[in-house]
């Protein structure tokens, strides 16, 4: 079992920035794929970034709408996962999501997944 404890979430005027944080417990922390994702009301949850294992090399990978502005990070030291997210826009609100697969490779469907926080609202205004 893993538990996935999301925090950082608030409402920030467009072109502002923000840092999630995702805690995570129950497992090796390094040792298995991250990802964060959003969901927008009456919208599909959908894929915002991803991190690999950290002994595959902590790879990266983001949806082109965040390319540039947002990065996911890692901490195994605190079993934390990131995500700065900067120049924020309004359509970037949403409630944001990190979720844990548990191989070294992940991908961008939410069904690939294992577990997830119970998210963290984020609100810019514009």
């Known amino acids: 079992q893993v538990q996935l404890v999301e925090s950082g979430g608030g409402l920030v005027q467009a072109g502002g920035s923000l840092r999630l944080s995702c805690a995570a417990s129950g497992r090796t922390f390094r040792n298995y794929a991250m990802g964060w994702f959003r969901q927008a009301p009456g919208k599909e949850r959908e894929f915002v970034a991803r991190i690999s294992s950290s002994w595959t090399g902590d790879s990266t990978y983001y949806t082109d709408s965040v390319k540039g502005r947002f990065t996911i990070s890692r901490d195994n030291a605190k079993n934390t996962l990131h995500l700065q997210m900067n120049s924020l826009k309004p359509e970037d609100t949403a409630v944001y999501y990190c979720?844990?697969?548990?191989?070294?490779?992940?991908?961008?469907?939410?069904?690939?997944?294992?577990?997830w926080g119970q998210g963290t609202q984020v609100t810019v205004s514009s």
């Open positions: 979720a844990a697969k548990m191989t070294a490779y992940s991908g961008s469907s939410p069904k690939e997944y294992d577990y």
